[in-house]
């Protein structure tokens, strides 16, 4: 039977993993890797994984819902405290962009970082106070 374009981009992927586990060096990957998007038939394909193990079957995306919903049970304000290390983040960046251009400007400039990082806690603490009740998150 003839190999598709999904057929071949299953068996890149594959191979990719196959190169990020170990199990291929460079050399060998690129090797296998241009055999696969010459193949013309599955045959081609199979023996270029068949010395590779089988990848584990996906998780049941019920397990994957009850593992969510499991942490989101132990920590609900874990995105919103998230958040707040993205908003220090930058607060610290735009310190800094500030710090160096007074610094080389002689004079210390008009602390500007205030408006967008007082624009961004305030959202933030709207978040807080109003959550969006349809996707269950607290931003």
Do not use: Q
Not at 82 to 106: C, K, N, P, Q, Y
């Amino acid at each position: 039977m003839r190999a598709s374009d999904a057929d071949r981009d299953a068996v890149a992927e594959r191979l990719a993993t196959a190169l990020t586990e170990g199990r291929l060096d460079l050399a060998e990957y690129e090797l296998r890797l241009d055999r696969a998007m010459h193949a013309v038939v599955l045959g081609e394909l199979r023996a270029l994984t068949a010395d590779l193990p089988v990848p584990p079957e996906p998780a049941d995306e019920s397990d994957g819902d009850l593992v969510a919903a499991g942490r989101a049970a132990l920590s609900p304000w874990r995105d919103w405290v998230d958040e707040w290390r993205w908003w220090l983040g930058g607060a610290v960046i735009m310190t800094g962009i500030w710090g160096v251009t007074s610094i080389m400007g002689g004079a210390l400039l008009p602390f500007w970082p205030l408006v967008p990082l007082g624009i961004w806690a305030a959202i933030l603490v709207a978040a807080a106070i109003w959550p969006d009740e349809s996707t269950g998150s607290r931003t």
